[in-house]
């Protein structure tokens, strides 16, 4: 994976953060800068006060935008943990990955961190969720495996098979209507489905595709981005499969469902795309430079909030 940047090692264990400072890059488009530089957020989630809470790869902080504007950061314990994906738990507190630390973190909201090592080396969780089980499910990126990790710590992971060349590299995953788990395996350019007990079956998507995001759209379907292609898609929870095209030069990465439509970051473009369920797609510009659009979610206020990577800014599309 990269991000550009190498990793910051703090000795600082807290870092609480005045209020930030705000501005309009377009029409809409409200910015939260990080007063720290290169911190490079990649994910961003609600978490479970109201605020929008984040991931800060290369300083190794989780951090959150309160409702009232301001922004505070912590420093997870583990140096160089490289924090990516994050989401509210069942438990009452955020529960984020950590791709270079080789651990699934557990934070409160007041700021108290818990780590959970995983027992195989090299793993790098990548994507986490909520299931309806209440555990944690997680992609591990480079271990080929789904993982679940209930809030009091039994760990359970689900191998996926392959044959090399052909490597699954699982990326994002998602609870879906069915009770099932979804995954996206971008190596192998398939869809997954993992059943509680642990029973797979994956859907094929064309070569070179990449599917990297994944969330249940308004419709009742798994819709998934495709990062190698100009489409987005998605499947049924029977397995069919439909490709929405993009723009031109596109590359689609994260996806959100908000107000009834898909949105999506497009790095390709350096725009927000947004996809409705029939099909109809349209992108809008969210500033000047190359802001790298990364982590999409919904926000408690109905609105859609990103991580722009390089702009060290996360923000809110009204």
Known sequence: MKLGRGLLVLTVVALLAGACDVHRAVAG??????????????????????????????????????????????????DRAGPYDIVAGP?????FTE???????????????????????????????????????????????IGRLTPDGHLTEFAIPFVAPEVPNPYGVVAGPDGNMWFTEEGSAKIGRLTPAGGLTEFRLP????????????????????????????????????????????SPKNIVTAGGDLWFTDL????????????QVTERGVGGGYRQLEGLAAGPDGTVWFAETHANTIARLK
């Open 207 to 250: 070569k070179g595709s990449a599917p990297e995001g994944i969330t249940v759209g308004p419709d009742g379907n798994l819709w998934f981005t495709e990062h190698g292609t100009t489409k987005v898609g998605s499947i049924t929870t029977a397995g069919v499969i439909r490709e929405v095209n993009v723009a031109k030069d596109s």
């Open 268 to 279: 390709g473009t350096n725009k927000l795309g947004r996809v409705t369920p029939a099909g």
């Open 29 to 78: 488009v409200q910015q939260f800068a990080l007063r720290t530089k290169n911190s490079e957020p990649v994910r961003i989630a609600p978490g479970p006060d109201n605020g929008m809470w984040f991931t800060e790869f290369t300083t190794g902080r989780i951090g959150t935008v309160r409702p009232g504007g301001k922004i505070e950061e912590w420093t997870v314990p583990t």
């Open 91 to 95: 438990d009452g507190n955020v529960w």
């Open 99 to 145: 791709f270079a630390g080789n651990k699934i973190g557990r934070m409160t909201p007041a700021g108290s961190f818990r780590e959970y090592p995983l027992p195989n080396a090299h793993s790098g969780p990548y994507g986490i969720t909520a299931g309806p089980d209440r555990a944690l499910w997680f992609a591990e990126q480079r271990g080929n495996r």
